[in-house]
């Protein structure tokens, strides 16, 4: 049977080492790495990330059309991370201008998101996968000053929600600590 797990957490709380520790009971894993390289600090963010996952793993570098893409891999698990980023891409891909912007586009671009991850986590149920999703909390801050900043602060919240309410269990992970809060 499947299951689908998420882990939360700030910016370096810890939140991908707690869910790669998740699945270090096997190797038959596919990481879905939803990152694109757009400057040398997420180059040197990417390679971090690589020198520090299990090297069995196979890795998919994609962030859209994800539930298509899985149907070829035979791997039991899947790690996807990260949900943030995959959220970011499909934004900007969208578009561009954030600054004259409806709030009924708002709601269709929200809407564009979460149909994808829908799609995505049901064909992972159809396929009996076990998934562990990686995403941040970014509600807790500040009102973010400019307008992208608050539009993306809303969508992820509402993705969040979303990708945690299709999710067997939800861990929030702060300095490191996994606390379950659902399942």
């Avoid at 869910?19 to 997420?42: P, Q, R, S, W």
């Amino acid at each position: 049977m499947s299951k689908l797990t998420l882990v939360t957490g700030g910016c370096r709380s810890g939140k991908s080492k707690y869910g790669e520790n998740l699945l270090k009971h096997t190797d038959d894993v596919l990481y879905i790495a939803t990152a694109i390289v757009t400057d040398d600090e997420m180059k040197h963010r990417i390679e971090k990330h690589k020198e520090s996952r299990n090297k069995k793993w196979q890795t998919l570098e994609s962030y859209k059309d994800l539930y298509k893409k899985i149907e070829r891999f035979t791997e039991r698990y899947i790690f996807l991370d990260c949900v943030t980023i995959m959220t970011t891409n499909l934004m900007f891909e969208i578009t561009t201008n954030y600054d004259n912007i409806s709030d009924d586009e708002i709601d269709k671009i929200c809407d564009s998101i979460k149909n994808e991850f829908t799609l995505f986590l049901e064909k992972c149920k159809e396929l009996d996968k076990e998934v562990v999703l990686i995403t941040n909390e970014v509600g807790w801050g500040l009102v973010p000053e400019n307008k992208l900043s608050r539009i993306f602060r809303d969508i992820q919240g509402f993705i969040n929600q979303h990708v945690a309410n299709i999710c067997n269990e939800v861990y929030l992970v702060c300095c490191g600590q996994g606390l379950k809060i659902k399942g």
